[in-house]
């Protein structure tokens, strides 16, 4: 039995799925060494909780107040929403936010891009990578600072890596590589794919397959994020399902295993929904419906 179907709270699943127990069998083949090797100092753990707390502006402060100050590295964000919604525009708004310089309160890192559809704008992120630079020389006219706005569009465009995806083989092999990437160039600090179950929802004639890899997916994301103290940005597609009498938008192909480490957010027309969940208990801490 996967662990993605035990009887256990979504929490509990996706520690168990992060490290590297994906089956029933897995975890009963698990020795105590192999247990013990997840202890950690309590040095380590003031250290992830430092990093934790670095977050990507979203540019939109009501935003970035709901999520805590904005999308939190270490973690894995899902947000879906109906077509034309801006899910894009807010996957090249964060690609340009991450390289907002430290002493202008960002992150200074580099972003990788994962195009599933074709829907990255080259154009639009010049603009946004324009208004961005436009933004910090406004931070510094009006505080009246000495600091230099040394970033230029043309630098933030060559910080982003993209990768044009055209086949879920390709996604997966792409994940796989991820790794190494990163190792290679440490300053990037998100991962956004746009969108995360394009290619998963065509084609795919066993189910059973295509859960084990979006399982698979899934832990891999995870222990990046993890590893590398990055932010993991699912842009994913919405669909429908009739729950309490009425139809309701939910995250299509609904990836369970990720709701240990995700805040999901869903755009429609209307409302924003936003659910956070605290980790530890498997339930939502968090949830927020306002109007567009």
């Given at each position: 039995?996967?662990?993605?179907?035990?009887?256990?709270?979504?929490?509990?699943?996706?520690?168990?799925?992060?490290?590297?127990?994906?089956?029933?069998?897995?975890?009963?083949?698990?020795?105590?060494?192999?247990?013990?090797?997840?202890?950690?100092?309590?040095?380590?753990?003031?250290?992830?909780?430092?990093?934790?707390?670095?977050?990507?502006?979203?540019?939109?402060?009501?935003?970035?107040?709901?999520?805590?100050?904005?999308?939190?590295?270490?973690?894995?964000?899902?947000?879906?929403?109906?077509?034309?919604?801006?899910?894009?525009?807010?996957?090249?708004?964060?690609?340009?936010?991450?390289?907002?310089?430290?002493?202008?309160?960002?992150?200074?890192?580099?972003?990788?891009?994962?195009?599933?559809?074709?829907?990255?704008?080259?154009?639009?992120?010049?603009?946004?990578?324009?208004?961005?630079?436009?933004?910090?020389?406004?931070?510094?006219?009006?505080?009246?600072?000495?600091?230099?706005?040394?970033?230029?569009p043309k630098d933030i465009l060559e910080n982003i890596f993209y990768f044009r995806i055209c086949s879920y083989t390709e996604q997966s092999a792409v994940i796989n590589y991820l790794d190494k990437f990163v190792s290679e160039h440490k300053d990037v600090k998100v991962v956004i794919i746009d969108s995360i179950a394009f290619h998963f929802r065509h084609g795919f004639v066993d189910l059973a397959l295509r859960t084990r890899v979006l399982s698979g997916i899934a832990l891999k994301l995870m222990n990046l994020a993890k590893k590398f103290s990055l932010a993991v940005v699912l842009l994913n597609q919405v669909t429908t399902k009739y729950t309490e009498g009425s139809f309701q938008l939910c995250l299509a192909l609904a990836m369970n295993v990720m709701h240990t480490l995700t805040s999901h957010l869903i755009f429609d027309q209307h409302q924003l929904h936003i659910q956070l969940l605290a980790e530890g208990s498997g339930i939502p801490h968090q949830e927020v419906k306002g109007s567009k």
């Open positions: 039995m996967e662990v993605s179907k035990l009887p256990i709270s979504a929490t509990q699943r996706g520690k168990l799925i992060s490290a590297g127990y994906t089956s029933l069998s897995s975890i009963c083949s698990a020795s105590s060494s192999d247990i013990s090797r997840g202890t950690q100092t309590a040095w380590d753990m003031l250290q992830e909780e430092q990093e934790s707390l670095a977050r990507i502006t979203t540019s939109c402060a009501d935003l970035d107040n709901i999520l805590g100050g904005g999308i939190g590295c270490r973690e894995v964000t899902e947000i879906g929403g109906v077509p034309g919604i801006g899910k894009t525009q807010l996957g090249i708004q964060l690609a340009v936010n991450v390289q907002i310089p430290v002493e202008f309160g960002g992150l200074g890192g580099k972003a990788i891009y994962i195009d599933t559809e074709g829907s990255f704008m080259v154009e639009r992120a010049l603009q946004i990578a324009e208004a961005c630079v436009e933004d910090m020389l406004e931070y510094n006219r009006f505080l009246r600072n000495d600091c230099q706005v040394k970033t230029q």
